[in-house]
């Protein structure tokens, strides 16, 4: 029996599985590439930016938008590191999804870490966090200038709300 301090994860069963396809399918979009870090880095600037520029009483609730770019982030650093593993943290209410290694150790909560900076109001982070839990050999940059962030075909996201 291991430790009670020992995180205990599984695999994600097949509601879960479906949950985070459904998170993915709120992104998508013709013009939207999932699978392009600059491209999920501009959405979540514009997402969370006008989130924040919106007086509170006003604001959408952002728990699908942080979960589905969660999601999405982690993904985009399973394209970079094919052995990490979506696991689900044992007998955790709500879900919570992490990646781990080959050895079942965690290396990141890309939904808690997304959450975490929305409320921050951090908005150029997803570079620096990709390179720390995946690196990848080229100079592969997330950051784009701000007008990718406000073409108009990114923006109708959040008017799904």
């Avoid at 728990?63 to 955790?92: F, H, K, Q, Y």
Wanted: proline residues 9%.
């Amino acid at each position: 029996m291991p430790p009670r301090t020992a995180l205990r994860t599984e695999r994600p069963d097949p509601a879960q599985l479906v949950w985070m396809e459904e998170l993915r399918e709120f992104l998508r979009e013709p013009t939207m590439r999932l699978d392009n870090a600059a491209a999920v880095q501009a959405l979540y600037i514009d997402y969370c930016s006008r989130w924040h520029g919106t007086p509170e009483t006003d604001r959408w609730n952002p728990n699908t938008s942080i979960n589905a770019i969660g999601v999405v982030v982690g993904d985009l650093m399973r394209a970079r590191r094919p052995e990490l593993e979506w696991r689900v943290v044992a007998d955790c209410r709500p879900t919570t999804l992490l990646l781990t290694d080959p050895a079942g150790n965690p290396v990141a909560s890309p939904l808690s870490d997304v959450a975490t900076r929305w409320m921050a109001k951090e908005m150029l982070w997803m570079d620096a966090y990709l390179h720390q839990h995946a690196p990848v050999a080229t100079a592969e940059m997330t950051w784009i200038p701000s007008k990718l962030a406000q073409r108009p075909e990114l923006r109708k996201h959040a008017a799904r709300f």
